[in-house]
């Protein structure tokens, strides 16, 4: 009978300390969320309000489960951003790319024109470059 006893004693014990941790699957959500909002802080567009805001949902409803640092880390940007002036984002300069656009994956790159300055030889070496190495190996 005591035996019968201490054992259920023994896994409600068991099942009481299982349960009171996080769940794998709000751990795993908290992580997705800080990595989130990790991006949009990088992120130069981003305006301040919504880094905020990211950072102040993030502590208010995501640290269960966290480590110290990360709810430490995050509590430090949020103060940060509290204290940074409200301006709108940085306008993004427009890329300008080099040569023309790719027209298909699968097309060969177009041909390079020698620049104005360049000078190449008839072989397709540097004037001046030495061949003899190349040609004892």
Request: glycine fraction near 6%.
């Amino acid at each position: 009978m005591r035996s019968a006893v201490a054992l259920v004693v023994l896994a409600w014990g068991t099942a009481a300390s299982l349960g009171c941790g996080a769940s794998m699957r709000t751990v795993v959500e908290s992580d997705m969320r800080f990595e989130h909002c990790y991006r949009i802080d990088d992120d130069a567009a981003a305006s301040a309000e919504a880094k905020r805001g990211c950072w102040h949902d993030w502590v208010s409803h995501y640290t269960r489960g966290q480590d110290r640092n990360r709810v430490d880390y995050a509590k430090e940007r949020l103060r940060v951003l509290s204290l940074a002036p409200v301006t709108s984002p940085v306008a993004q300069p427009s890329s300008t790319m080099a040569g023309p656009k790719p027209s298909s994956p699968y097309a060969p790159p177009p041909a390079i024109t020698p620049s104005e300055g360049s000078v190449t030889s008839p072989s397709g070496w540097p004037p001046g470059a030495s061949t003899a190495a190349v040609k004892q190996q």
